[in-house]
């Protein structure tokens, strides 16, 4: 039985297959599979393309050729011959010319009449392993070739495909849902968060609501860091180019960097990250080992040149805030304060219900132009990072080729309500940048001491975790982050305005973030308001709440008993104090 990636690249050919049937003017050009399905790319120019409205029939077309791709087989062709086959088509050219430079062997494979280049992992015999129900096209869009903007540009067709047609629904009803809690689509209805085509793409404006949510985020991070005896920097957001070229960074980021050049002639850039110029910090003076070890922490705003394609929401922007934090220290006291990290993150990521798993990113042999330093100082970092998995005795991914391009990394990776798998908080160790920097302390016997560096970010950037938690708990935030905590409704603008006013000011006294809603609408309307509001609790408001001196109380599942105002109270800010 073939493998789901070779189903899934066997159906990138039947529908290359069903498109030249339909479209015999079309030029196909590649079809990979991918992590739900598989897509292949079309160049239309000599005449018409398909719209959405032809998916079902090219849907159609390639259930009809199925039963006749009984095998698939592959034959080694010479560059000739593969030329002479794809004669009029110079995306197939292109490839077959790579394929021959690089002295890689030119296979064909064909099913069903269907004869297309490829390097081959496909089923067999896709007639007997792919059943119908298990795939659909699903979408159609615009792509370069070959991913360059300089580059003609494709017609794409995107396919969903599973081992089976309950996976495939399965898969479907999970994005009905995420694409009910996306982000930027309940970021503007709760109020969150804008973009301003003044402004630009990429540069997220945060409107009060949403600024309080993330200071509220913040402040939960520092709080975790200061019982860890980190202290808050500051750093400017240009600097020279010399910084970056020291770190190193300037070379590996130059594309993405924004430049300016000053009046004087001084070229400058807008930070991408933090970290050089938190070396700065600790270069100002001398330090002893018992000084050791220096912990800064730093929220501020990085700035990359995203290229407009790859902008999406708060999930990749121009602009963005880290909860940056970099711990110089001794090497002996490495494992130390990476287990204090270790400790903070699964602290943060619990209190929203995030699983967390651990990935092992280190070095890649095979491509060292990819790293700073030498082996031997990989090797120990990696070593050090090793032991302290070993001590936590956990299960780990292994990350080879992930690591920073100046030191190995832990990566925690969250698993969201919906099961899908992010990466978020990061711990990296750099040996690199103290060397480049010439960081040192003076040691027990008054001899310099060479220091390493941690890096850690808990939320990394502010507005990727954001992106990821309001589609995590579909905008419905606990109660101790929720922008507004609790809503006050009066049945009656002219009966109960008065109790309800003494209501609100008795929470806002208690440190409750209260709104009152007073409006002529009728009750059920302002109700299901807040609930699109996801406030966590609904106060109503009515005669028998202003006799008895109560309020009657819905939260976003259910109601609740009528309760005293300070029972209600304290209900409220149990719930903020220990963030359930």
């Avoid at 750093?235 to 010399?242: A, V």
């Avoid at 406030?535 to 202003?546: K, M």
Wanted: one cysteine or more.
């Amino acid at each position: 039985m073939a493998s789901l990636e070779e189903k899934r690249h066997t159906l990138a050919h039947l529908l290359a297959a069903a498109v030249a049937e339909r479209y015999p003017h079309a030029k196909p050009t590649i079809g990979p599979a991918v992590d739900n399905g598989f897509y292949y790319d079309f160049d239309f120019s000599g005449g018409a393309a398909p719209k959405e409205g032809d998916l079902a029939s090219l849907q159609a077309a390639i259930e009809e050729l199925l039963p006749s791709w009984t095998d698939m087989s592959g034959t080694e062709v010479s560059k000739k011959d593969a030329e002479d086959r794809f004669s009029g088509n110079p995306f197939k050219l292109e490839l077959i010319k790579e394929i021959a430079d690089k002295g890689e062997t030119i296979t064909l494979y064909t099913s069903g009449g269907f004869t297309d280049l490829c390097r081959g992992g496909h089923s067999e015999k896709p007639a007997h392993d792919i059943r119908v129900g298990s795939f659909m096209l699903e979408r159609i869009a615009g792509a370069y070739w070959r991913g360059d903007e300089k580059n003609p540009m494709l017609t794409r067709i995107y396919g969903l495909a599973f081992d089976t047609k309950e996976e495939l629904e399965a898969y479907q009803t999970q994005q009905e849902e995420a694409r009910a809690r996306d982000h930027k689509k309940l970021g503007k209805e709760l109020d969150l968060f804008t973009f301003s085509e003044l402004v630009g793409p990429g540069l997220p404006l945060w409107t009060p609501k949403g600024t309080l949510v993330r200071d509220l985020l913040d402040a939960y991070v520092f709080q975790l860091r200061t019982k860890e005896g980190y202290q808050k920097v500051e750093i400017p957001h240009i600097t020279k180019k010399e910084l970056y070229e020291t770190s190193g960074h300037w070379d590996k980021f130059k594309d993405e960097l924004f430049r300016i050049t000053t009046r004087e002639g001084h070229e400058f850039a807008m930070k991408p990250m933090n970290c050089p110029h938190h070396t700065q910090i600790y270069a100002r003076r001398q330090w002893s080992y018992r000084e050791l070890p220096q912990r800064y922490s730093n929220t501020t705003t990085c700035y990359r040149d995203e290229q407009s394609g790859e902008l999406s929401g708060l999930s990749r922007v121009r602009a963005f805030a880290q909860d940056d934090a970099h711990v110089f220290c001794r090497m002996q006291d490495v494992k130390t304060e990476f287990l204090k990290v270790w400790d903070i993150i699964h602290t943060f990521y619990p209190t929203f219900g995030f699983e967390l798993k651990v990935r092992f990113s280190k070095y890649d042999p095979l491509h060292p132009e990819n790293y700073l330093g030498d082996t031997k100082v990989w090797d120990t970092a990696e070593d050090m990072l090793l032991e302290i998995l070993e001590e936590k005795g956990i299960e780990y991914m292994d990350g080879t080729g992930e690591a920073a391009f100046y030191g190995p990394k832990l990566d925690f990776i969250a698993s969201d309500s919906m099961g899908r798998n992010w990466q978020v908080a990061t711990i990296q160790l750099d040996m690199l940048q103290p060397e480049r920097f010439d960081l040192y302390c003076i040691n027990e016997n008054g001899d310099k001491e060479r220091i390493v560096m941690i890096h850690a970010a808990i939320m990394g950037s502010i507005e990727r975790f954001l992106s990821i938690l309001i589609e995590h708990t579909a905008g419905a935030f606990p109660t101790w982050l929720a922008p507004v905590q609790v809503l006050v409704l009066p049945i009656s603008a002219e009966k109960h305005a008065d109790y309800a006013n003494k209501v609100a000011v008795a929470l806002r006294a208690k440190g409750v973030r209260v709104e009152l809603d007073g409006a002529n609408d009728s009750l059920g309307k302002r109700i299901r308001s807040g609930k699109n509001m996801k406030v966590p609790y609904l106060l109503v408001i009515g005669d028998a709440e202003v006799e008895a001196g109560t309020v009657s109380v819905e939260s976003r599942t259910s109601k609740l008993d009528p309760m005293t105002v300070a029972d209600f109270s304290e209900l409220v800010a149990k719930e903020i104090e220990e963030r359930t």
